[in-house]
Structure formats: structure tokens, C-alpha cells
């Protein structure tokens, strides 16, 4: 098999061949400059970042699972001993991580089976006396259900804290990110908005907040040599910056095509279930949702062997995740009560490549290696 056989799970060379010269010259230019820390493109990023969402302010920090920790420690979340913090299972263990580092307790719960996404019910049942924050996790592109979970804990002083490092451009009843509380992003390489490095950000109508967020994230200093916070070092490089200004410009279309590539696989994965009898799980948006198709995730019996057959065709699917976090060694009895979704879920979701690039044909192939594996169950 050739290299042009393959089909990447993302193609970030062609994200790169997009922004190649913007990003040339943007780098020459800071190079000239030698402002290779706090340089004007990240003050310029985080400004036009916060536009884009809707959102007053923008911190740009090291990573997204720092964003977390750094918006929950603004928050003043994890000074008390036993302080709790309910988060879905399923989701990437980074979530928990920035928790347990912030001082807190992460609390595992369940998801909803149709969306894959924080069960407000659940939530409900997990919240005490110590609860501080709840971490919804937009995952897959789109917002978990706020409303319901702002709901499942009225009345009590409980943080809201988003983790949208799925969901750049996303949107709920017409709400960007940061919305319902402060969201934490990350600009890992491979998200609708990535850099080419380890970067991410916290977003905020509440200016005090981002002004704590700003020093925490700087040693705990606004002015230099003062400190008035246990800090740390996690600041956007301004590299990184150059690159995100050039492909938030173009973050909108790139978005529409994604949605475009799963409206496709919506088709093309639909007229195979009638025709050849199969239920191949497509994902579904929920209603109120601007889903931006992060991932596009699929779930088949007998998913291991499955992901074989594309893996062995050279198509990149992957799965996400194959370990719920309340699986792992480090959070395991982190949950208080079972989470048969999620489990169920780590051993049938399917992502299957997507990408702004993807052409028709590709995805054509994507669905036709899909079902033939799954029609050849037991081989």
C-alpha cells in the first residue's frame, strides 16, 4: 500500500499548507523582534479569540489541562480539604488531572447514552456538602446539556466550569464557550483550532477572574518581582500565537466543512444500515447545539476487531476513549456510583477520520472498509 492509499484520522499538513506563509512571516517577525514571550500576537490572539466566542476575556496559558486547574484555582476551588468536583467518566483523564492538581476531588459520574455527554440526572445524585464545581465536557464538538445541569445543583454555591477543548466554535442556543462559567480550551495540534505545540486558553465575562487566571499563570505576578498568588509558569508562547491568529481566521469555514464531512457520513453511514440491515450508531447533535465535529464517533459491535480492518485498509480511526477515567489506576474509585454507559461505551465508540480536508471519496471508502468489517463479523 502506497502513502496515497492512506487516509489520515486528521491531515494537519493540509491544515498547515492553509496558513503556511501567514505563519512565515508572522514567525520572522517576532523573530526580529526577539518578543518570544507575553509579544503582541498574544494579546492580539486573546482579543480576537474572546470575539470570536462572545466572550469578554481571554487568557492564554500553557496547555488546556492547565487552563482547567488554573480557572478552578481563580475559582478558589481545591483550598479546602474534601473540596469536590463532579466531571463525566467519559472523557479524556486530563479533565480529572487538572482537578486532582488544582486541590480537589474529582467525582466520576455517568453520561446520557444518545449524546455520550455529562447525565444531568447524575450529577444530581453526586452533588454534597463538599461539592464545589461541576466540569461539563463538551465532547465531540458539542455542549453538554447546561441548562439541565445548572438545574441539578440550584440553590447551592456550585461553580460551573466548561471544558470545551472540543468545541472551538461550537455553540448552544446561540451561546459560545464560557457562557454558563469559565471555559477551559486547549490548541493541542490535532483540535478544530490547533497550534503546533502544547497551548490553550481560558475564556471569561468576568474580569476579575481573568485577572487571577493572568497571575496564577505567571508566577502569581502582574508586576513584575510582585507576587500576590502561588503561581505558576503556564503562558501561550507567542509562536504559538502567530499561528492560532492564522487559523482563527479561518476557524468559521473550517468548521463549516467539518459539518459538511459528517452531513456526508449522516448519509452515506444511513443508506448502509437500510440497505445492508446494520446500526452503525451515527452520532446525533442535540437540539440547541452548533455542532462542530471534533470527532466523529460511530459505535459498532466487536469495535477492536473493527478498528483492525481500517487500521489494516490505512484509514486512521481511532477511539475516544478506550479507558473510562474512573478505570485508570490513578482515579479508580473516584466514582460513587456505577457507570454502565460509559463502560459500555469504551468498548463500541468508532472515530472515524474528519477533518476540514477530507474529500467525498475518502469518506466514500471510510464507510464502504467500515461495513464490509462489521458485515464480516466473526472472521
Same mark, same amino acid.
Given at each position: 500500500?502506497?502513502?496515497?492509499?492512506?487516509?489520515?484520522?486528521?491531515?494537519?499538513?493540509?491544515?498547515?499548507?492553509?496558513?503556511?506563509?501567514?505563519?512565515?512571516?508572522?514567525?520572522?517577525?517576532?523573530?526580529?523582534?526577539?518578543?518570544?514571550?507575553?509579544?503582541?500576537?498574544?494579546?492580539?490572539?486573546?482579543? #480576537?479569540?474572546?470575539?470570536?466566542?462572545?466572550?469578554?476575556?481571554?487568557?492564554?496559558?500553557?496547555?488546556?489541562?492547565?487552563?482547567?486547574?488554573?480557572?478552578?484555582?481563580?475559582?478558589?476551588?481545591?483550598?479546602?480539604?474534601?473540596?469536590?468536583?463532579?466531571?463525566?467518566?467519559?472523557?479524556?483523564?486530563?479533565?480529572?488531572?487538572?482537578?486532582?492538581?488544582?486541590?480537589?476531588?474529582?467525582?466520576?459520574?455517568?453520561?446520557?447514552?444518545?449524546?455520550?455527554?455529562?447525565?444531568?440526572?447524575?450529577?444530581?445524585?453526586?452533588?454534597?456538602?463538599?461539592?464545589?464545581?461541576?466540569?461539563?465536557?463538551?465532547?465531540?464538538?458539542?455542549?453538554?446539556?447546561?441548562?439541565?445541569?445548572?438545574?441539578?445543583?440550584?440553590?447551592?454555591?456550585?461553580?460551573?466550569?466548561?471544558?470545551?477543548?472540543?468545541?472551538?466554535?461550537?455553540?448552544?442556543?446561540?451561546?459560545?464557550?464560557?457562557?454558563?462559567?469559565?471555559?477551559?480550551?486547549?490548541?493541542?495540534?490535532?483540535?478544530?483550532?490547533?497550534?503546533?505545540?502544547?497551548?490553550?486558553?481560558?475564556?471569561?465575562?468576568?474580569?476579575?477572574?481573568?485577572?487571577?487566571?493572568?497571575?496564577?499563570?505567571?508566577?502569581?505576578?502582574?508586576? $513584575?518581582?510582585?507576587?500576590?498568588?502561588?503561581?505558576?509558569?503556564? +503562558?501561550?508562547?507567542?509562536?504559538?500565537?502567530?499561528?492560532?491568529?492564522? $487559523?482563527?481566521?479561518?476557524?468559521?469555514?473550517?468548521?463549516?466543512?467539518?459539518?459538511?464531512?459528517?452531513?456526508?457520513?449522516?448519509?452515506?453511514?444511513?443508506?448502509? #444500515?437500510?440497505?445492508?440491515?446494520?446500526?452503525?450508531?451515527?452520532?446525533?447533535?442535540?437540539?440547541?447545539?452548533?455542532?462542530?465535529?471534533?470527532?466523529?464517533?460511530?459505535?459498532?459491535?466487536?469495535?477492536?476487531?473493527?478498528?483492525?480492518?481500517?487500521?489494516?485498509?490505512?484509514?486512521?480511526?481511532?477511539?475516544?476513549?478506550?479507558?473510562?477515567?474512573? +478505570?485508570?489506576?490513578?482515579?479508580?474509585?473516584?466514582?460513587?456510583?456505577?457507570?454502565?454507559?460509559?463502560?459500555?461505551?469504551?468498548?463500541?465508540?468508532?472515530?472515524?477520520?474528519?477533518?476540514? #480536508?477530507?474529500?467525498?471519496?475518502?469518506?466514500?471508502?471510510?464507510?464502504?472498509?467500515?461495513? $464490509?468489517?462489521?458485515?464480516?463479523?466473526?472472521?
Amino acid at each position: 500500500m502506497t502513502t496515497n492509499d492512506t487516509i489520515p484520522f486528521v491531515d494537519l499538513a493540509a491544515a498547515h499548507r492553509g496558513v503556511e506563509d501567514e505563519v512565515a512571516a508572522g514567525f520572522a517577525q517576532v523573530l526580529a523582534t526577539t518578543s518570544f514571550i507575553g509579544g503582541a500576537p498574544v494579546a492580539e490572539f486573546e482579543r #480576537e479569540f474572546a470575539a470570536f466566542s462572545g466572550r469578554r476575556h481571554c487568557v492564554g496559558v500553557g496547555n488546556g489541562t492547565d487552563a482547567i486547574e488554573l480557572a478552578l484555582r481563580a475559582l478558589g476551588i481545591g483550598r479546602q480539604a474534601g473540596d469536590e468536583v463532579i466531571l463525566p467518566a467519559n472523557s479524556f483523564i486530563a479533565t480529572a488531572e487538572a482537578v486532582a492538581r488544582a486541590g480537589a476531588r474529582p467525582v466520576l459520574v455517568d453520561v446520557d447514552e444518545t449524546y455520550q455527554l455529562l447525565d444531568p440526572d447524575e450529577v444530581a445524585q453526586a452533588v454534597t456538602s463538599r461539592t464545589r464545581a461541576v466540569i461539563p465536557v463538551h465532547l465531540f464538538g458539542q455542549f453538554a446539556p447546561l441548562e439541565r445541569i445548572r438545574a441539578a445543583v440550584a440553590g447551592r454555591e456550585i461553580a460551573i466550569v466548561e471544558d470545551a477543548a472540543q468545541a472551538q466554535g461550537a455553540t448552544r442556543n446561540g451561546d459560545g464557550i464560557g457562557a454558563a462559567g469559565p471555559a477551559a480550551t486547549s490548541f493541542y495540534p490535532g483540535k478544530n483550532l490547533g497550534a503546533y505545540g502544547d497551548a490553550g486558553a481560558v475564556l471569561t465575562d468576568d474580569a476579575e477572574l481573568a485577572t487571577t487566571v493572568r497571575a496564577i499563570s505567571c508566577h502569581g505576578s502582574l508586576t $513584575k518581582y510582585e507576587h500576590t498568588h502561588l503561581g505558576v509558569n503556564s +503562558r501561550l508562547d507567542t509562536l504559538q500565537a502567530v499561528v492560532l491568529r492564522a $487559523k482563527l481566521a479561518r476557524l468559521a469555514a473550517a468548521n463549516e466543512a467539518r459539518r459538511a464531512a459528517a452531513n456526508r457520513y449522516d448519509t452515506y453511514l444511513a443508506e448502509a #444500515e437500510k440497505t445492508l440491515g446494520l446500526d452503525l450508531g451515527r452520532p446525533q447533535a442535540a437540539p440547541g447545539n452548533v455542532h462542530v465535529w471534533h470527532l466523529y464517533v460511530v459505535r459498532v459491535p466487536e469495535r477492536d476487531r473493527v478498528l483492525a480492518r481500517l487500521h489494516a485498509a490505512g484509514i486512521g480511526a481511532g477511539i475516544h476513549y478506550p479507558q473510562p477515567i474512573h +478505570r485508570t489506576v490513578p482515579f479508580a474509585g473516584h466514582a460513587p456510583r456505577p457507570c454502565p454507559v460509559t463502560d459500555l461505551l469504551a468498548g463500541e465508540i468508532l472515530s472515524l477520520p474528519i477533518f476540514p #480536508e477530507i474529500t467525498d471519496a475518502q469518506q466514500r471508502r471510510v464507510v464502504e472498509t467500515l461495513t $464490509k468489517a462489521v458485515l464480516d463479523s466473526g472472521d
